[in-house]
């Protein structure tokens, strides 16, 4: 149980384009979703909490309207990258909280590539 | 300013040896605490953690140890498996915020 999938798993995309990265929870509710930014060898770092049904808070530093964040259910959250640069090529990992439990649980991981 | 400290950056152990992680904190707000294994391109995966209310949780070949006085904490696997290489993660969170804070990651090698 406590399965969260994010998809695609890699992505390449052209400077300027729009890319979105899917979170979701197979077999448990989350109301909060959590998108988290890793560069090689460097920390996870939290980029947004993302509440069903409401807004996204965001971490300091992190641009709203670069990193859209919609959670329009309780067992999806959707990261969009909207006109990525390639300094935006990162391993973007989600992780979902259990309704009821209160664990969280990490995808897989997305890795995207500007060129 | 990095408020989870894990300072090295890579930990070589021979199989069946202990092997110890280190993790220092900053934020005395942080009273809950996790350690993550990762592999690369996967998410991290849940190893164990620790409330600060208590000082060591037990969990298998797995005892996370917390010194709230020193702000440190540390992860202790015996025996050591070649399973066990790995990054390890330790993180953080308090009250009131969900997300967690991470530290920059230990690389543990177990050597046969």
């Known amino acids: 149980g406590a399965v969260v999938s994010q998809h695609p798993s890699r992505v390449i995309c052209k400077s300027g384009t729009s890319v979105k990265i899917e979170c979701r929870s197979l077999d448990f509710q989350a109301t909060t979703m959590f998108w988290y930014r890793q560069f090689p060898k460097q920390s996870l770092m939290l980029m947004a909490t993302s509440n069903e049904g409401s807004k996204a808070t965001y971490e300091q530093g992190v641009e709203k309207d670069k990193f859209l964040i919609n959670h329009a259910s309780l067992t999806l959250s959707t990261l969009t990258v909207t006109s990525a640069h390639p300094e935006d090529s990162s391993f973007y990992i989600c992780?979902?909280?259990?309704?009821?439990?209160?664990?969280?649980?990490f995808g897989p991981g997305t890795r995207l590539t500007v060129t | 300013d990095q408020q989870v400290k894990q300072n090295s950056p890579s930990l070589s152990v021979q199989e069946g040896r202990i092997s110890i992680l280190n993790c220092d904190y900053t934020n005395s707000m942080f009273d809950y605490f996790l350690w993550y294994k990762k592999y690369p391109a996967e998410g991290p995966t849940f190893l164990i953690s620790?409330?600060?209310?208590?000082d060591k949780n037990e969990d298998g070949r797995f005892t996370v140890f917390l010194n709230k006085s020193a702000k440190h904490l540390s992860l202790h696997i015996v025996p050591s498996q070649p399973g066990d290489s790995a990054v390890y993660f330790c993180?953080?969170?308090?009250?009131?915020?969900?997300?967690?804070?991470f530290g920059k990651g230990t690389h543990l090698i177990i050597q046969p």
């Open positions: 620790i409330s600060s209310i208590k």
């Open positions: 993180a953080a969170r308090y009250g009131g915020a969900d997300g967690l804070t």
């Open positions: 992780s979902a909280r259990d309704l009821y439990s209160y664990e969280q649980y």
